[in-house]
């Protein structure tokens, strides 16, 4: 596939026919195709290039070198892991710190849990028990009427 130009309008390849012009499918064919159209190597035609390497100074010529070949990238990505790294090491520490409080709290929070429930037993136990005085309460007042009855009828 030979491409022939990216503009703002779109991208096209062969004779010209636009294939997209939307901004995130243009990105993604550079993407796939590994495309710097920011990189001024990638940019420079033979000519230009050849009057560009005869003039430059040898400091610019060297940071061109790290921006073509990506090691400015992947320096500076470094650079950016590093820092994230330092970060997430600091987080960490700082976590390790809270969590002999935490872990006493969820102690905490187990042995209430635990209470909870033995509550909630105990509760359930005693409203059974509750319907069994009252049901053995109806059972005596029942055999008292049936005996006073029984007793009538003598």
Known sequence: ???????????????????????????????????????PVSILNQ????????????????????????????????????????SSLKIIESRKECLPDLEREVELQRTNYQFSLSLREKGIKLRNLRHELTWAKVSHIFKIFSHLISLKHL
């Open 1 to 39: 596939m030979v491409i022939h130009e990216l503009t703002t309008i779109g991208f096209s390849v062969g004779a010209g026919i636009v294939i997209s012009s939307k901004k995130d499918e243009l990105l993604r064919i550079l993407e796939h195709f590994n495309l710097q159209v920011d990189n």
């Open 47 to 86: 000519d230009m290039s050849r009057s560009f390497f005869n003039t430059t100074d040898p400091k610019i010529l060297f940071k061109l070198f790290l921006k073509a070949t990506q090691l400015q990238q992947l320096k500076d990505d470094y650079a950016e892991l590093e820092n994230t790294i330092h």
